[in-house]
């Protein structure tokens, strides 16, 4: 049992802490080492790494492949979560809801996944080699 309790805290737990940031930091009016920069850049950022996150903990780790549909189901999970983080400023003194900050965050998703599947697949060929 504590094994299997300390590998689930270890594949979900970063990504538990990250989801946790992404709120925090939304429910503030404002963040201060952010001031400035181009949402265009911090959104597409963000949600890259949201991405690997997710595909990590829904394919239990990355040592073995990702399917397509592991891959697809991380991306939904991506939007949803961008959804959500939009509709939660709605709330937040100074803050405010934009749906293009979610096409922001699922572009920011797709690149996430685009790249982990490109370096699964170098991987995978350099071990073959």
Not at 10 to 25: D, S
Not at 71 to 78: D, E, G, K, Y
């Amino acid at each position: 049992m504590g094994r299997r309790l300390g590998r689930a805290l270890w594949i979900w737990g970063p990504l538990a802490f990250y989801v946790l940031t992404i709120f925090y930091l939304s429910s503030q009016s404002q963040i201060p080492w952010l001031q400035g920069a181009p949402d265009f850049i911090t959104h597409p950022i963000e949600y890259l790494g949201l991405a690997i996150l997710v595909a990590r903990a829904l394919n239990d780790g990355l040592s073995r492949p990702i399917s397509g549909r592991r891959l697809a189901q991380a991306f939904a999970l991506c939007v949803v979560i961008a959804c959500v983080d939009e509709y939660s400023q709605c709330f937040t003194p100074n803050r405010f809801c934009d749906w293009a900050d979610v096409v922001k965050d699922a572009a920011g998703a797709g690149a996430g996944l685009g790249l982990l599947r490109l370096a699964r697949n170098l991987l995978t060929r350099s071990d073959a080699a």
